[in-house]
């Protein structure tokens, strides 16, 4: 069975779901793990199929989450012309900024990536005027669709899953073709991919922006989900929390990380006695991933078989 074949049974079974589910809590957190796994898409296709690392994602995460808000409470600005300015201005920002950057290498790269998270969730923090500091921003619209509003857990899942296996499709896609084909030659061996004549910095610089693409395409849609944002929901370990779903799903193993994210997102909402030992609950999981599954639920399913 293909990738795309999977991809659609994968569709196919998620909107059942939403179809069987009535309770409402379960239905957003369904919906809360969609936006994340929006955002683990683009962070595998950094990490996994470019090797390169982002340890300050959930400040992209921010960037599209404020933007699009700030744009659609304080100017009046529709709030789907406000996601895709926020968008645009984000993807811009990563390019920007991912074209010095990505000449590091290694725990360097790691280092800035984080600054940079860091320096984001520091300016929405302490910019108390315009982004409410640490009492947090609301006040956005409920967004519409052709006149009908998703104002509901049930009408936001129907929204938001199709438009996560959208993603997740183009992904697919852009693996599949040449540029895949590159990026996997930069992870092996970026000198060699150098020497057949790929621009590889430039390579590095695009995949970062379309990850940054999807990071505040994700949290310009979770800001108008939810009708709040604060800066504690940025901080880096969010962003670590995407680093581990990508390493435990298996780096550059679409399918492994679907399941993966969805499975980490909700734990920690069923399971609310250890809340607040998520982060060490995290720390420990990546842990073993790295010392027992390398390769993530790839090779734990393999074992399984």
Do not use: C
């Not at 955002?39 to 982002?54: D, R």
């Not at 409410?132 to 519409?144: D, I, K, N, R, V």
């Not at 399918?255 to 993966?260: A, R």
């Not at 790295?290 to 790839?298: D, E, L, Q, R, S």
Request: hydrophobic letters at 55%.
């Amino acid at each position: 069975m293909n990738k795309k074949t999977f991809l659609l049974l994968l569709f196919i079974l998620t909107m059942a779901v939403g179809v069987v589910i009535k309770n409402p809590f379960i239905l957003n957190m369904l919906s809360m793990a969609a936006l994340t796994l929006i955002v683990v898409t683009g962070l595998n296709l950094l990490l996994g199929f470019a090797g390169q690392i982002s340890l300050g994602h959930a400040g992209f995460v921010a960037l599209g989450a404020y933007i699009s808000s700030l744009l659609s409470v304080k100017l009046g600005i529709n709030p789907w012309a406000a996601i895709f300015i926020a968008v645009l201005v984000s993807s811009l920002f990563g390019a920007i900024i991912g074209y010095p950057t990505l000449k590091l290498k290694s725990h360097y790269l790691a280092m800035a990536t984080l600054a940079i998270g860091e320096i984001i969730h520091i300016v929405v923090n302490n910019y108390v005027e315009l982004t409410g500091g640490p009492q947090g921003f609301s006040g956005m619209p409920m967004l519409s669709l052709f006149g009908f509003m998703l104002d509901n857990e049930t009408k936001f899942y129907f929204f938001i899953w199709p438009v996560t296996f959208l993603l997740i499709l183009l992904s697919v896609n852009l693996v599949e073709s040449r540029f895949g084909r590159a990026y996997k030659a930069i992870k092996s061996k970026e000198n060699a991919a150098y020497a057949f004549g790929v621009n590889v910095h430039m390579y590095k610089v695009f995949i970062f922006t379309v990850s940054v693409f999807y990071a505040s395409l994700a949290g310009a849609l979770y800001a108008f989900y939810i009708g709040f944002i604060s800066p504690s929901s940025f901080g880096l370990t969010q962003s670590i929390d995407y680093i581990v779903m990508v390493v435990i799903g298996g780096m550059g193993n679409f399918f492994g990380i679907f399941f993966t994210t969805i499975i980490l997102s909700v734990l920690p909402n069923i399971l609310t006695s250890i809340e607040d030992y998520w982060p060490i609950v995290n720390g420990l999981l990546l842990i073993f991933a790295m010392m027992v599954i390398p390769n993530g639920m790839k090779r734990l399913f393999s074992w399984i078989k």
